[in-house]
Nanobody, 116 residues
Framework: QVQLVESGGGSVQSGGSLRLSCDAS??????????LYWYRQSPGKQRDMVAA???????SYIDSVRGRFTISRDNTKNVLYLQMNSLRPEDTAVYFC????????WGQGTQVTVSS
């Protein structure tokens, strides 16, 4: 099974920034053929999509992160990024990258904790 690998999580104070990376090297040349997503999940809550980047380079965000988060991809390195600025405590969650959407490939998650 192909597994994506997230990194870059950690603990920051409100207003801080983090850049999450998703190593999709396991997808090889197929990386450029997948729509890519970042999801997050807090304890007791559903895993929700927060950002999407399509093969055609269309981007979308949930309202609560729009203007603060930026999703991008590097098809040469097979890496998906999520730049997170102006972080808030409500952004605290485990963040997962995904290729292919529902039924696609997932990473193991990386913890992001934002303190007040």
């Amino acid at each position: 099974q192909v597994q994506l690998v997230e990194s870059g999580g950690g603990s920051v104070q409100s207003g801080g920034s983090l850049r999450l990376s998703c190593d999709a090297s396991g997808l090889g040349s197929d990386f450029s053929n997948y729509n890519l997503y970042w999801y997050r999940q807090s304890p007791g809550k559903q895993r929700d999509m927060v950002a999407a980047l399509t093969i055609g380079s269309s981007v979308s965000y949930i309202d609560s992160v729009r203007g603060r988060f930026t999703i991008s991809r590097d098809n040469t390195k097979n890496v998906l990024y999520l730049q997170m600025n102006s972080l808030r405590p409500e952004d605290t969650a485990v963040y997962f990258c995904n290729a292919g959407g529902n039924g696609g490939y997932w990473g193991q998650g990386t913890q992001v904790t934002v303190s007040s």
